[in-house]
């Protein structure tokens, strides 16, 4: 019988939120208040928390990270950001979002933006992608690409490292017979905990567990002392990687051209006039014939026609 704290656990980390957060969510949409204790019962009045503040954190997101927040997620930003406030020992919502817009809130302004977005990934997600990659994309570049370079990749929003990480092991398999041919990947992504997180390569053994034996073997090993409970990109595969923290609506500090910028469930969380800005930033920063992929989600917002469809959720600057 599989074990019910495990798949609880699974499930949580599907949805991209912890414990204490489901349980307030679950709670209040079942019940409309608090009937387990006291305690929980008091979590909704401890922190003062209006429509107003609702709408100020709102409104800080899309300036500072572009991201459009549906107005039914006043219980998820309670939630996530309550931690925030108690660790300042603050007990008001808009005296936070005073300090977060604030000269002085600078260093505040990270975790404000850390604890509002999700960071749910794995290993080859949307599988479909790598073997385009795989298949097409790479023996394309092979043909056309010149051999006293790299060949430059970007994960945009990278979360902690799989995509980027899977990138590299599709890479690496098919580029290791083009002698002096390797690749050069880019991943950054808005929050810097997951940054440092992805930078250390070290992953629960269950998070390679849809990966082939030979993969497994071949770019992974046990991270000594943790009991064979937690495994460690190989440097050979790290080193192809950089990470950065990188805010998209910000000046981005990278030099293209690319050849494959993967921006997969990301626009989604952004407005049409966003979106469309940030598709045509990428497409400045491609290539003639490079590739940009998104998330099967998705939608393409492209009046200026800098890209054509390829492929599922793959798009190619015409060159």
């Known amino acids: ?46 922190l003062s928390f209006t429509g107003h503040d609702f709408e100020a954190v709102r409104t800080t997101l899309h300036a500072t990270a572009g ?26 919502f808009s005296d936070y979002m005073v300090l977060v817009n604030s000269p002085r809130g600078a260093e505040e302004r990270v975790h404000f933006i850390n604890a509002l977005t999700t960071n749910l990934t794995a290993f080859f997600r949307e599988p479909h992608h790598f073997d385009f990659l795989a298949g097409r994309l790479l023996p394309e570049v092979l043909r056309r690409h010149a ?6 990749i970007w994960s945009a929003g990278c979360s902690t490292g799989e995509e980027p990480y899977s990138i590299a092991m599709v890479a690496q398999e098919v580029l290791a ?31 390679i567990a849809g990966l082939s034996a030979q ?14 409970g937690t495994v460690e990109v190989k440097h050979e595969l790290r080193k192809t990687v950089t990470f950065r923290q ?6 981005w500090p990278v030099q293209g051209p690319f050849e494959l910028i993967f921006c997969r469930n990301v626009v989604i969380y952004f407005d049409r006039p966003t979106r469309q800005r940030l598709l ?7 290539c003639d014939g490079g590739y940009l992929f998104l998330g099967r989600s ?15 959720a793959v798009y190619r600057k015409p060159g």
């Open 1 to 46: 019988m599989p074990n019910p704290v495990r798949w609880f656990q699974w499930i949580l980390a599907c949805a991209g939120m912890e414990q204490d957060e489901f349980i307030r969510i679950f709670l209040k949409s079942r019940y409309g208040v608090y009937r387990m204790s006291g305690q929980a019962r008091q979590l909704d009045a401890d």
């Open 67 to 92: 991201i459009t927040l549906d107005a039914d997620k006043r219980d998820l930003v309670y939630a996530r950001l309550a931690r925030r406030l108690r660790a300042l020992r603050m007990t008001a």
């Open 147 to 152: 051999a006293d370079r790299p060949v430059r």
């Open 177 to 207: 017979s083009a002698a002096g041919l390797a690749p050069e990947i880019l991943a950054t992504d808005l929050d810097s905990s997951v940054i440092a997180s992805a930078r250390q390569g070290r992953y629960a053994r269950e998070r």
């Open 215 to 228: 993969r497994s073997r071949k770019w992974f090993r046990p991270l000594p002392g943790s009991g064979g």
């Open 246 to 251: 990188l805010n998209l609506m910000h000046d």
């Open 280 to 286: 045509e930033r990428f497409a400045d920063c491609l």
């Open 298 to 312: 998705e939608v393409m917002y492209d009046p200026a026609g800098r890209f054509e469809p390829v492929g599922p």
